[in-house]
């Protein structure tokens, strides 16, 4: 806004507090899911005229991507976002020949907003062990269905 | 396949024929207790005034036992191969017949113990799963965020290590779709045949 032509002739600082004042009222009115009837009534408080509290009420009507902003900060535990396998078949190692033995080597990609590292998890498993792990992971999926129509 | 001996092996498996049928059947005893649980000087020293022989021999004999057992479970000879491979020991049939004996009787222990020597990642315990639905957050009030909280226990190297991690519902379905097609390779004709024909 400090490049912007039409408000050149208007006091930086001033600008920037403006600026400011008017992001955190989109952001607190944001926050609290305030209703335009709200908003209006806030900002007659605070001596602006009808047609200044219409403009502002138009534009936050447009907050849509500021929702989705303000709900994703926050800290979480590290977020599972894919996952990749991957199925052998051991013939032999240096200790012991022969083995014949099929493992599965599964890796969960992880994302961790707090510090955008990606610090996966990896893992092995039997046939069995996955078969547990994918049988637990429907219950959990079944258990979000049931509440969904709660 | 044959067991190749070398010539400090055979030496220490010399010891043997003189020592006679019984001692045999103690130094296999010994060797075993060593590949299970390491080696034992004062179990040698025991034998060794037992069998009246010196430290020194019995150390070997049992040493070469111990290499003999574990290559041939190693490589699962078979037991015409490990016939062949001892008889070049010139030992008595009597002898080889114990050695064989000593061999196929604990072959499927050596094996397994060998087995826990194999390189390992950190592999799948148990899974423990809770549903969450946020409701607010400092950024953002009356919110209904459902996520599905993980608890994956896996097993390193004998330690147990828990990692919480969490996920989305629409994740959650992906998650399931792709380890169950991983699962369904195994059933494939291309695993199958393999399996069948690598044994």
Known sequence: ILDDPDLKDIDPTVLKHCHAAAAMCILEAGKQKADIPAISTCLEDCKLDKERIEQFCTEYQHRGLVTVVSSSIGRSPLHVTDVSWRLEYQIKNNQLHKTYQPSYLVTLNVENSASGSHPDVSFSCTMEQLQDLVGKLKDAAKSLERATQM | ?199
């Open chain 2, 1 to 199: 396949m044959l067991l190749v001996l070398s010539a400090e092996h055979r030496a220490h498996l010399g010891c043997l024929p003189p020592a006679g049928g019984a001692a045999v059947g103690e130094l296999g005893r010994l060797a075993l207790e060593q590949l299970r649980r390491g080696a034992a000087p004062r179990a040698c020293e025991s034998a060794a005034r037992k069998l009246n022989i010196s430290v020194d021999i019995i150390q070997h004999g049992v040493e070469g036992l111990v290499y003999l057992l574990t290559e041939s479970s190693k490589l699962m000879i078979s037991e015409v191969d490990f016939q062949d491979s001892i008889n070049v020991l010139g030992f008595s049939d009597e002898l080889n017949k114990s050695l064989l004996q000593l061999y196929l009787d604990n072959r499927k222990e050596i094996r397994s113990i060998l087995g826990e020597l194999a390189p390992r990642l950190p592999s799948y315990h148990s899974l423990e799963w809770r549903l969450d639905v946020q409701l607010a957050s400092r950024s953002l009030r009356q919110q209904i965020k459902p996520a599905v909280t993980m608890k994956l226990h896996l097993n390193q190297n004998e330690d147990q290590t828990a990692q919480v991690l969490q996920t989305d519902p629409a994740t959650l379905l992906h998650l399931i779709q792709q380890l169950e097609q991983a699962l369904g390779e195994m059933k494939m004709n291309h695993c199958r045949r393999i399996v069948r024909n690598m044994k």
